[in-house]
């Protein structure tokens, strides 16, 4: 046991529907007709959808085959499956642990709610029921709270930590454990006196069977066993049913980088504004209009998704914990420090945890909203992808991305350039009144040894091949600590100052290219990386 039942649950949720499983599982697939010795599966990951191919060799013990199988001997669709989503992730390994709203998205593209049932709304049946007509796949749990609960068994043949699907809600919940052999013995279950004052066609339209893996429970009993229920709701391209509920989607690419686009969460109020920042417009209102106020309102589900980490758990890497907050926006430039320190979220995820998507349903009056998506902790790396779910058509785009330069040029006459600055030039210079690069790099290196209030080694030979203009009183006013440098960080601010406007990916490549392995930056750098800057947008 891989202890991958959670995407046993997923697997059989699949089964309940059969254009979704098609989907997955391509039709004329077989060991007879056109048989080849490989199969085909299809997988969403990130917004798209991803062909996996796998032989049919399936790890065996004692001749029994080892992970996910049938109770039916020459049924393998199922084993295969789990095999080509372990290719997909890297190994069988790394599909240990994990959450049945995983294998559901990858399965549907969908977004998914969880909900604590210590907690549960109000309106959670309501909810179920809107959910299940949807076409959404539901999954429900017990929380363990020790090793020796892991797949422990209840006084009422409920198992703890185990992944069970939710298959309809008529005032009863039907639950369906994929394994089949344990089952719920309390009242409403295949045996239960309650159903012995029961019309017969009733139990027959609520397909009540014996020893399925299937059964009913009272919603109240439901409430009070499981900890945990699990929503996914299907996007417009898996959705068959035009009579369906659809979402409008958005999806955004994103990336932490350390030192430029990995702010951390709002406790790190320095860097909590470099994170990406995303601007959706919410236009048209549900129809009920009821939400946190007496405005119109707009209902939509925020997903924040990091990518590939357990493709990358064999070099190290694990979850993230994740998080986002929404604030109530005007325009579309990427906002600075200030503006987080004076203006509150409207709305945040419930927590930062290490799970691979944090989603929150929202319900918010109609206008526009900043999402910055960010790890708890600054420095942390990571590409994610952030999608939102809205009930109605929602704009969308991601702010900063176009790179804009109108740099600072400071008018410099004469009068103002120091009498032994002229004297050092004069010097190197002869009679030509011309330097080359190697006389700029000595003047300049003088001139800085007298400079106590920035550390450097000195200018390099590069940075004295171009054209240089100091900017050093931006640098200085960046410089927030004087500590003679800045970090990645404060030379966005730097940069900006400067008169340039740039998207996150040219300030990741500033970050790997201009600071330190300790995310600091030199003042030399900084002055190599403004003429760069000054040549390219001057061009």
């Known amino acids: 046991d891989i202890g991958d039942c959670w995407l046993l649950a997923a697997i059989a949720s699949l089964t309940l529907d059969q254009d979704i499983l098609a989907r997955v599982v391509p039709e004329n697939q077989s060991f007879q007709k056109n048989y080849a010795g490989i199969f085909r599966y299809q997988f969403w990951q990130y917004g798209e959808w991803v062909e996996v191919v796998v032989d049919d060799r399936l790890p065996t013990k004692d001749g029994h085959l080892v992970f996910v199988h049938s109770a039916e001997g020459n049924e393998f669709w199922g084993s295969l499956l789990e095999k080509a989503y372990a290719k997909l992730n890297g190994s069988y390994e790394a599909l240990t642990g994990g959450s049945t709203i995983e294998g559901f998205e990858d399965f549907t ?176 209102p549900d129809h009920d209009h009821d939400g946190s106020s007496k405005e119109p309102c707009c209902t939509f589900i925020v997903g924040l998704m990091q990518k590939n980490r357990r493709r990358q758990r064999k070099m190290g890497e694990d979850l993230l914990s994740i998080g986002f907050a929404l604030y109530k926006d005007q325009t579309d ?54 999608r939102v779910f809205s009930e109605k058509a929602a704009k969308s785009l991601e702010v900063g991305d176009v790179a804009k330069g109108n740099p600072y040029e400071p008018q410099v006459s004469d009068k103002d350039v120091p009498a032994d600055f002229k004297n050092i030039f004069d010097k190197l210079a002869g009679g030509k009144g011309e330097i080359n690069a190697k006389d700029i790099q000595a003047i300049l290196n003088k001139l800085l040894a007298r400079r106590t209030d920035l550390k450097s080694s000195g200018f390099t030979m590069a940075t004295c091949r171009e054209m240089i203009s100091l900017m050093d009183d931006i640098f200085i006013k960046a410089d927030s600590d004087r500590s003679g440098t800045m970090d990645a960080h404060e030379m966005r601010m730097a940069l900006h100052n400067a008169g340039f406007n740039l998207n996150n990916q040219i300030q990741q490549s500033i970050a790997q290219r201009y600071a330190s392995n300790d995310l600091t930056v030199h003042f030399d750098a900084f002055v190599a990386c403004m003429i760069r800057l000054e040549t390219l947008f001057s061009k």
């Open 109 to 284: 593209g969908g977004i998914s709610e969880v909900y604590d049932l210590k907690k549960a709304p109000a309106d959670l049946y309501e909810i179920i029921q809107k959910a299940l007509k949807a076409e959404s796949l539901l999954g429900c749990s017990i929380d363990i709270t020790n090793a020796y609960d892991t797949e422990a068994i209840t006084s009422r043949k409920l198992v703890k930590g185990h992944a069970y699907s939710v298959t309809g809600a008529e005032e009863l919940v039907r639950v369906r454990n994929p394994w089949g052999e344990v089952e719920w013995n309390g009242p409403w279950s295949d045996e239960a006196p309650e159903w012995n004052s029961i019309d017969p066609k009733v139990k027959a339209a609520l397909d009540k069977q014996s020893d399925d893996g299937e059964f009913w429970m009272a919603f109240s009993d439901f409430i009070r066993e499981y900890s945990r229920l699990e929503i996914c709701n299907l996007s417009p391209d898996t959705l068959t049913s035009k009579e369906q509920h659809k979402w409008n989607t958005t999806l955004f690419n994103g990336t932490w980088a350390r030192g430029s686009t990995a702010g951390g969460c709002q406790n790190y109020p320095a860097t909590f504004w470099t994170n990406p920042q995303f601007r959706i417009k919410l236009e048209e």
């Open 333 to 386: 430039v990427h906002f600075g420090k200030d503006f987080f320190q004076r203006n509150p979220s409207a709305a945040r995820s419930d927590t930062y945890i290490n799970m691979r998507e944090v989603s929150k349903r929202l319900k918010l009056p109609v206008g526009d909203y900043l999402i910055v998506p960010s790890t708890f902790e600054p420095f942390k790396t990571g590409d994610f992808c952030l």
